[in-house]
């Protein structure tokens, strides 16, 4: 309850103050800066509030005044219950309740959830560490700005109580003395609670009184001349922060334009009401008659909170359920939908609750209508702009990059959303609010009802998943061997890196020759093809060999897909295990179709044994080497809910919520949890490996992700790091693929020397082998029909006893020939256990097939989905252009050839 009710009411401002520091810091790079900014436009935004709050005590004030003659008579003349009595029937006479004194209060409660929000964000804010700011040598820690001998003075909050007390004396100058006294109180306490605090925390609250000093006397000026300086501060201030974004700024250009271009509009609001009113005041046009406002600001309250509260997370999980019930044992879909529920609550439903609450009858009207036009343009957004930017993953990252759209899409939506807001305003005018109503109301139920069936569905699924969730699924305080190699018999690894790079090996090899080294015996295929871009039905025939390919398994379309790539998965373990050998597997992708890497297809063979490694031992390499990161878990809290609320805003501003995948976090530092669940078990393998004395053989089938989860790394030995100082050498430096490609291999590479230390090298046939390459602009060339990087896997094989240096075969190859590499010279001609067919290797004599067109999602039913308009054939030598034939014409040339022979 705490924790709901924190989410509710202070989560909303403690994001509210985030953004705005993750701006500044954009535009400013300068962490005090930052913080002075916030504490400016949290009281600006906050001013309504506090204007309200001060017109609510002074109607307080006022009726108290003109009751306390009566009052003070009663309490002199009556005593006990009939003193009670009298004053209870006086209090009904004149509308009061002795509760109401509690409204003198309302500009000290308003302030306690600010308090606790700023406390909470810059008592613990990572960025300021160690930072400076003017005479302030470390905003992080108290200001210590006095010193006598070993004695520290904090001279930042004697400032901050002072300025405070002014404030207060300029405020109740013509106050009785018990509010003096009560402000007077309020400094104090402040002073005791933050004395110890960080600098940074004193300076937001020092900025907060300044502007509370300016507004007071503001307020002692004539309104005149009130109001001409307030919308001159306003337009000066807005101006200087949009031409220093504009044109002094120098880094995202388009956030700065739409950064610019807000505060510019910001600046001229002011004096555009302004004319507005002075037209339309006396014309007797009234917009807002408006027969229960409540009731359409309560339904567009309601669509939006659950809208982006419950809709869109639970579509986007419900999407996915088993993905992100399996990132985290504690952290289930549906608690993340209830979290992303309590933040859009906090958001859409407690606060304008609240500001509806705090303005008077009219200034309703005005919130109501407010809140109609945006959650029609909420809802427009939504289900009529909704646009594809990629795959999103774990990390809430899309793989388009960021959410850009062209000026067309910008000007139809932005024109749509406007027109919606005139139909909004017109129905008001046209006293036809119970229209609009009626559609918020209908929307709301449909949204409900579009939740709850997604909810359910969550729910179904995560019961399903639970029945078979890794129990390896939690955090690991030791490393135990599970790949126990011979040193007297054969062992035969196959390593899958999953999208690992062809292209990059030559690269990665010049410019660490000492690496070349360690690879000494391996013969390197940069002539090899995947069968399809992703692992989907990219993997299977890697495990399979060809029967696997998306042509063959389709010609086997009474099997269900999933058993088929089941199949695949077990062939090489099952074919090694009856053939003597202790076989170990780890982490094999999809197993049952199941992101949680359903490991129940490896229980009938007693001499397999299947682990789960990935993400199990990225904690215990986090706490070993002092790495602190966000998990998944702590970062799909944060940013699903952001992710809603990038889905129902206008398009051009779409892409200042993901910014680059950051999503507003003013922390600018790699995403490395997905990165490190698969980097800490290439660099554990050295302990995860024991040898046995025994002559057994043994086969070793592993998968790592590290290359599908691209990081920066450092240089040159690439280990992980936050801030990267040293991108190493080449045209790829800049790259996160390239990096994670390095860190792969040299990681291996590592555990190559700890073998030949263990003289197990020798003895150990190794493939090292992907599914599939990776979609990167940089190597398309335009000579191509497609990018073919993203169908070059690598491929590289060490036999046994191998000891040349590192050569290249320019063999045309595919990833289907590793279970023959694996068998060959240990198993006469094995058989596929479920059709009795040989395992051979290709002979490539005709053109393969290759699944453009399938995607990556993982379906059900028997065929994978090929289409000949969009797939190609490949021969020969894929560097040639003029070996990738698209499919239907290729098909159609030999259907030609095939009916001239029958002709003839």
């Known amino acids: 309850m705490p924790d709901f009710l924190y989410t509710i009411i202070i989560f909303p401002i403690v994001q509210i103050i985030e953004i705005v520091f993750a701006f500044s810091q954009v535009v400013f790079k300068e962490a005090g800066v930052s913080i002075v900014l916030v504490s400016c436009i949290v009281s600006v935004l906050t001013l309504p509030l506090y204007e309200n709050a001060e017109r609510i005590q002074k109607k307080e004030d006022d009726l108290q005044k003109s009751m306390k003659s009566k009052v003070d008579k009663i309490k002199a003349?009556?005593?006990?219950?009939?003193?009670?009595?009298?004053?209870?029937?006086?209090?009904?006479?004149?509308?009061?309740?002795?509760?109401?004194?509690?409204?003198?209060?309302?500009?000290?409660?308003?302030?306690?959830?600010?308090?606790?929000?700023?406390?909470?964000?810059?008592?613990?804010?990572?960025?300021?560490?160690?930072?400076?700011?003017?005479?302030?040598?470390?905003?992080?820690?108290?200001?210590?700005?006095?010193?006598?001998?070993?004695?520290?003075?904090?001279?930042?909050?004697?400032?901050?109580?002072?300025?405070?007390?002014?404030?207060?004396?300029?405020?109740?100058?013509?106050?009785?003395?018990?509010?003096?006294?009560?402000?007077?109180?309020?400094?104090?306490?402040?002073?005791?609670?933050?004395?110890?605090?960080?600098?940074?925390?004193?300076?937001?609250?020092?900025?907060?009184?300044?502007?509370?000093?300016?507004?007071?006397?503001?307020?002692?000026?004539?309104?005149?001349?009130?109001?001409?300086?307030?919308?001159?501060?306003?337009?000066?201030?807005?101006?200087?922060?949009?031409?220093?974004?504009?044109?002094?700024?120098?880094?995202?250009?388009?956030?700065a334009r739409l950064i610019a271009?807000?505060?510019?509009?910001?600046?001229?609001?002011?004096?555009?009401?302004?004319?507005?009113?002075?037209?339309?005041?006396?014309?007797?046009?009234?917009?807002?008659?408006?027969?229960?406002?409540?009731?359409?600001?309560?339904?567009?309250?309601?669509?939006?909170?659950?809208?982006?509260?419950?809709?869109?997370?639970?579509?986007?999980?419900?999407?996915?359920?088993?993905?992100?019930?399996?990132?985290?044992?504690?952290?289930?879909?549906?608690?993340?939908?209830?979290?992303?529920?309590?933040?859009?609550?906090?958001?859409?439903l407690f606060w304008p609750f609240c500001i509806y609450a705090l303005f008077p009858k009219n200034a309703k009207k005005y919130i109501s209508v407010f809140l109609a036009c945006f959650c029609v343009t909420v809802l427009c957004n939504t289900f009529f702009f909704d646009r594809d930017y990629g795959f999103l993953s774990l990390e809430m990252q899309f793989s388009d990059g960021n959410p850009t759209h062209n000026f067309t899409d910008n000007a139809i939506n932005t024109a749509v959303l406007l027109g919606l807001c005139c139909v909004v305003l017109f129905l008001v005018r046209k006293k036809l609010s119970k229209v609009l109503v009626f559609i918020l109301a209908v929307s709301s139920v449909s949204i409900i009802t579009l939740s709850a069936m997604n909810v359910f569905s969550i729910g179904k699924k995560s019961q399903h998943f639970e029945s078979f969730i890794s129990a390896d699924n939690r955090d690991i305080k030791d490393i135990k061997p599970i790949i126990h190699l011979s040193k007297t018999g054969k062992n035969t690894v196959v390593v899958m890196l999953d999208r690992a790079m062809s292209v990059f090996v030559p690269y990665i090899f010049d410019e660490n020759p000492e690496l070349k080294e360690i690879f000494e015996g391996f013969v390197y295929y940069p002539n090899t093809v995947s069968f399809n871009g992703f692992t989907r039905a990219g993997a299977p025939p890697l495990f399979g060999g060809y029967e696997y390919t998306p042509q063959n398994m389709n010609e086997r379309a009474d099997l269900a897909l999933v058993k088929k790539h089941n199949e695949a998965l077990l062939l090489m373990p099952v074919i090694f295990s009856r053939a003597g050998y202790?076989?170990?597997?780890?982490?094999?992708?999809?197993?049952?179709?199941?992101?949680?890497?359903?490991?129940?297809?490896?229980?009938?063979?007693?001499?397999?044994?299947?682990?789960?490694?990935?993400?199990?031992?990225?904690?215990?390499?986090?706490?070993?080497?002092?790495?602190?990161?966000?998990?998944?878990?702590?970062?799909?809290?944060?940013?699903?809910?952001?992710?809603?609320?990038?889905?129902?805003?206008?398009?051009?501003?779409?892409?200042?919520?993901?910014?680059?995948?950051?999503?507003?976090?003013?922390?600018?530092?790699?995403?490395?949890?997905?990165?490190?669940?698969a980097y800490s078990v290439l660099d554990y393998l050295p302990r995860l490996t024991d040898f046995k004395t025994t002559e057994k053989n043994t086969a070793l089938i592993i998968v790592n992700n590290l290359t599908?989860?691209?990081?920066?790394?450092?240089?040159?030995?690439?280990?992980?790091?936050?801030?990267?100082?040293?991108?190493?050498?080449?045209?790829?430096?800049?790259?996160?693929?390239?990096?994670?490609?390095?860190?792969?291999?040299?990681?291996?590479?590592?555990?190559?020397?700890?073998?030949?230390?263990?003289?197990?090298?020798?003895?150990?046939?190794?493939?090292?082998?992907?599914?599939?390459?990776?979609?990167?602009?940089?190597?398309?060339?335009?000579?191509?029909?497609?990018?073919?990087?993203?169908?070059?896997?690598?491929?590289?094989?060490?036999?046994?006893?191998?000891?040349?240096?590192?050569?290249?075969?320019?063999?045309?190859?595919?990833?289907?020939?590793?279970?023959?590499?694996?068998?060959?010279?240990?198993?006469?001609?094995?058989?596929?256990?479920?059709?009795?067919?040989?395992?051979?290797?290709?002979?490539?004599?005709?053109?393969?097939?290759?699944?453009?067109?399938s995607d990556m999602q993982i379906t059900g039913?028997?065929?994978?989905?090929?289409?000949?308009?969009?797939?190609?054939?490949?021969?020969?030598?894929?560097?040639?252009?003029?070996?990738?034939?698209?499919?239907?014409?290729y098909q159609a040339k030999i259907s030609s050839r095939r009916n001239y022979g029958r002709e003839q």
Request: with cysteine.
């Open 582 to 677: 202790q076989v170990t597997v780890i982490d094999p992708p999809y197993p049952n179709y199941s992101y949680s890497r359903d490991l129940r297809i490896y229980d009938n063979y007693k001499n397999i044994k299947a682990y789960n490694a990935d993400s199990i031992y990225a904690g215990l390499w986090s706490e070993e080497h002092d790495f602190k990161i966000d998990s998944t878990a702590d970062n799909l809290k944060r940013n699903v809910f952001l992710y809603s609320v990038m889905r129902v805003l206008p398009m051009p501003i779409r892409f200042g919520i993901y910014t680059q995948g950051n999503w507003m976090s003013p922390v600018l530092r790699q995403k490395l949890s997905q990165t490190l669940n």
């Open 861 to 889: 039913g028997n065929e994978i989905t090929v289409d000949p308009a969009r797939d190609y054939y490949v021969s020969k030598d894929i560097f040639d252009p003029e070996n990738w034939i698209r499919a239907d014409k």
């Open 77 to 255: 003349v009556f005593k006990g219950d009939e003193k009670y009595l009298m004053l209870s029937t006086y209090y009904k006479q004149c509308h009061y309740h002795p509760l109401y004194s509690l409204r003198t209060s309302l500009s000290v409660l308003i302030q306690i959830p600010f308090f606790i929000a700023a406390y909470s964000y810059l008592s613990h804010l990572e960025i300021i560490q160690n930072v400076s700011f003017l005479f302030v040598k470390n905003l992080a820690v108290p200001d210590s700005l006095l010193s006598i001998g070993s004695f520290h003075i904090n001279i930042l909050p004697v400032v901050m109580t002072f300025i405070n007390c002014v404030s207060s004396a300029v405020y109740t100058r013509a106050s009785p003395v018990k509010d003096r006294i009560m402000l007077y109180a309020t400094a104090a306490v402040f002073l005791v609670l933050l004395y110890d605090s960080p600098a940074g925390l004193v300076l937001y609250w020092i900025c907060n009184n300044i502007f509370s000093l300016f507004k007071n006397i503001y307020h002692g000026l004539p309104s005149r001349r009130r109001m001409f300086f307030l919308k001159l501060i306003i337009s000066l201030v807005c101006f200087f922060i949009a031409y220093y974004v504009f044109f002094v700024y120098r880094g995202y250009p388009k956030l």
């Open 261 to 348: 271009e807000l505060f510019v509009i910001t600046g001229l609001l002011p004096h555009v009401i302004s004319i507005i009113r002075k037209k339309t005041r006396g014309s007797g046009f009234k917009v807002l008659e408006i027969e229960k406002p409540f009731l359409l600001f309560f339904f567009a309250c309601l669509s939006i909170s659950v809208l982006v509260g419950v809709y869109l997370p639970s579509t986007l999980l419900d999407s996915s359920t088993e993905e992100f019930a399996n990132v985290d044992k504690n952290l289930s879909p549906l608690l993340l939908v209830f979290i992303s529920f309590s933040k859009a609550a906090g958001y859409f």
């Open 708 to 853: 599908h989860e691209p990081s920066f790394f450092q240089a040159p030995e690439y280990r992980p790091a936050f801030n990267i100082t040293n991108y190493g050498e080449g045209p790829f430096r800049k790259e996160t693929t390239f990096h994670a490609n390095v860190a792969a291999l040299k990681r291996v590479g590592d555990w190559f020397l700890f073998l030949k230390q263990e003289n197990v090298f020798d003895n150990t046939k190794i493939i090292i082998v992907s599914d599939h390459g990776s979609y990167l602009d940089f190597f398309h060339n335009k000579d191509f029909p497609i990018n073919i990087y993203q169908f070059n896997p690598l491929l590289m094989e060490k036999d046994f006893n191998a000891h040349e240096p590192l050569r290249t075969d320019n063999t045309f190859m595919t990833n289907a020939d590793t279970p023959y590499l694996a068998f060959k010279g240990q198993i006469a001609d094995p058989e596929n256990p479920w059709t009795g067919k040989l395992i051979s290797i290709n002979d490539k004599q005709y053109p393969l097939y290759i699944a453009v067109s």
